[in-house]
């Protein structure tokens, strides 16, 4: 690997944030923060007199994670419940406290339904006080462009004709697909030479949860092939990406 591609890689891994589990303690599923707060932005500039800033994920208890059952990707937090920290400006033509629970029932239900994602508690801090309601175009969000590639190979021509999967993305592995590798949490040999990562994008519309289970069953089901050990498989949600269909 040259350093030009190296840096590249430092600097996609930079990009995703922290990677947040998806779903239940029985998922094998988790989100790049970056691809979460983006949804969760989205889903706050909808709501009326708010102009979204800074959002965070963590979990809600650092200490209480849960460890799956298959390994995570590299540094993937454990499965917890978690909390969202967003901070935004306010119009003041109606009563803040109004505005602060429409915005956090919005993200609640956004995390939820968008998402899959296990938030527990929503933290909000008001940064900026605007004269009047937010015009049209107050927020805006550059979009990055996911770094999708092609599906080579069975398993990743499984997950691509996934419904919901926009394509594969090159996040941490090239190609965005990792097979018989054991993650970072000291997974012993046989267990991880029958395990699959997969990396995808998820179509916006679509509830990245669903389409992160059907991904992970699709890998699964491909990596394992006729009459073979079965193998379990773990997915990483890198983008959810607003401009792009599915692909499956």
């Known amino acids: 690997m040259t350093a030009e591609s190296l840096a590249e890689a430092v600097r996609r891994r930079l990009d995703l944030g922290r990677l947040l589990p998806l779903g239940d303690a029985d998922d094998t599923a988790w989100i790049a923060e970056s691809a979460a707060v983006g949804a969760l932005r989205r889903a706050a500039a909808e709501v009326r007199g708010v102009v979204p800033g800074t959002f965070r994920l963590a979990l809600a208890d650092p200490d209480g994670g849960v460890r799956r059952a298959v390994p995570a990707p590299p540094s993937g937090l454990p499965y917890g419940p978690l909390r969202l920290e967003a901070e935004y400006a306010a119009a003041v033509d109606e009563p803040l406290p109004e505005v602060s629970e429409r915005l956090r029932t919005a993200l609640a239900r956004a995390a939820d339904v968008r998402l899959g994602l296990p938030v527990r508690t929503v933290d909000l801090r008001i940064t900026a006080l605007l004269d009047g309601a937010p015009g049209a175009g107050a927020y805006e969000e550059a979009e990055k462009e996911a770094a999708y590639c092609r599906a080579d190979g069975a398993v990743a021509a499984a997950v691509a004709a996934v419904p919901g999967v926009a394509g594969l993305v090159a996040a941490l592995a090239p190609g965005g697909v990792t097979t018989g590798g054991g993650g970072a949490d000291g997974t012993d040999g ?30 699964g089901n491909a990596a394992t092939g006729p009459g073979g050990t079965p193998a379990t498989a773990a997915v990483l949600v890198a983008a959810v990406d607003a401009g792009r269909e599915s692909a499956g």
């Open 190 to 219: 046989d267990r991880a030479a029958r395990h699959t990562q997969v990396e995808i994008a998820v179509a916006d519309g679509r509830r990245a949860l669903d389409v992160a289970r059907a991904a992970g069953t699709a890998a």
